[in-house]
Nanobody, 124 residues
Framework: QVQLVESGGGLVQAGASLRLSCAAS????????MGWFRQAPGKEREFVAAITWSGSSTRYADSVKGRFTISTDNAKNTVYLQMNSLKPEDTAVYYC?????????????????WGQGTQVTVSS
């Protein structure tokens, strides 16, 4: 059974950095892209970033481009989201997801395994 476990969230001030981790287990992920999504209070869940497991291809939402970096560690079966220059509007629950496709999709319907989420709160 596939399990995705996020960690690394917390409360930080604007301008700070955080690194989220997503540990994947219970499946074969080498042919699947991985993604990060987020959901702010009262808003729909939205795409943040995605990556092929090899790390050769990435995709970012315009709102995080240049500030966030997604990466993988194949040896640890872990996906990371490095978040720099955080803004209050980045406050959300962040979810890791495993795709059914091998390219970094921004569409939630291409993801069928989800983690439980980790809270990120950025104060002004």
């Amino acid at each position: 059974q596939v399990q995705l476990v996020e960690s690394g969230g917390g409360l930080v001030q604007a301008g700070a950095s955080l690194r989220l981790s997503c540990a994947a287990s219970g499946g074969t992920f080498s042919s699947r892209a991985m993604g990060w999504f987020r959901q702010a209070p009262g808003k729909e869940r939205e795409f943040v970033a995605a990556i092929t497991w090899s790390g050769s291809s990435t995709r970012y939402a315009d709102s995080v481009k240049g500030r966030f970096t997604i990466s993988t560690d194949n040896a640890k079966n872990t996906v990371y989201l490095q978040m720099n220059s955080l803004k209050p509007e980045d406050t959300a629950v962040y979810y890791c997801a495993a795709a059914t496709v091998g390219f970094p999709s921004m569409y939630q319907y291409n993801y069928n395994n989800w983690g439980q989420g980790t809270q990120v709160t950025v104060s002004s």
